[in-house]
């Protein structure tokens, strides 16, 4: 069993509908949660970094962590067609030397 | 300016030939990173320098080899190329939190 399950897709949603993606993770010691953007033939870009349980905000992006249940989830509103990309969570233990533990990715068709 | 770069883009190569891949930080982030993503988009790490100093070596054939001549620069060379090695490296840096990544170096072994 990989430390990090992420359902690959591919989701295909209409402009302006809600996403939600979604990871479930096994180590216990994961301490921070990120989501990450990847376009095609581009690198993974951060879109959302966060340390406990809970929800955090930023514009369009929520970002939920539920470490009882060992899930976390983004969320996108009003999805637009520049959001189509791979979706990437990772996490990390804070005495790892930073290293992070991606997920397959989930990729995302947003269509106008 | 490109916070993260790494050179080339693109390598297409023949097995048994010897490469190397640079990466470059302007972000005066002290840890570097290397991170191969398989033919199924799947990161995973290989290496990673804090200040010059090797702090995680996953386990990757001794056919790579990192060196980081300084804190902004961790390079990559990969002796004895195989087909199997075929994916996308990206170099990446961070101070600890949230990384930024290169854009990646395609390698193709043929």
């Known amino acids: 069993q990989k430390e990090v399950e992420q359902d690959p897709g591919p989701l295909s949603v209409p402009e302006g509908a809600i996403v939600s993606l979604n990871c479930t993770y096994s180590?216990?010691?994961?301490?921070?949660f990120m989501w990450y953007r990847q376009y095609s033939r581009k690198g993974p870009e951060l879109l959302m970094y966060t340390y406990s349980s809970g929800n955090k905000e930023d514009g369009r992006f929520t970002a939920q962590v539920d470490k009882s249940s060992k899930y976390i989830s983004l969320f996108i509103r009003d999805s637009q067609p520049s959001d189509s990309a791979t979706y990437l969570c990772?996490?990390?233990?804070?005495?790892?030397?930073?290293?992070?533990?991606f997920g397959k990715g989930t990729s995302l068709l947003v269509t106008p | 300016d490109t916070a993260v770069s790494q050179t080339p883009k693109y390598l297409v190569t023949q097995m048994g030939n010897d490469k190397s891949i640079k990466c470059e930080q302007n972000l005066g982030h002290d840890t570097m990173y290397w991170y191969k993503q398989d033919s199924k988009k799947f990161l995973k790490i290989m290496f990673s320098?804090?200040?010059?100093?090797?702090?995680i070596n996953e386990t990757v054939p001794n056919r790579f080899s990192p060196k980081s001549p300084d804190k902004a620069h961790l390079n990559l060379h990969i002796n004895s190329l195989e087909l199997g090695d075929s994916a996308v490296y990206f170099c990446a840096s961070s101070t600890g939190r949230g990384y930024t990544f290169g854009s990646g170096t395609r390698l193709t072994v043929v």
């Open positions: 990772a996490m990390m233990v804070s005495n790892s030397g930073y290293a992070l533990n």
């Open positions: 320098y804090n200040n010059k100093e090797l702090i």
């Open positions: 180590n216990s010691a994961f301490q921070y």
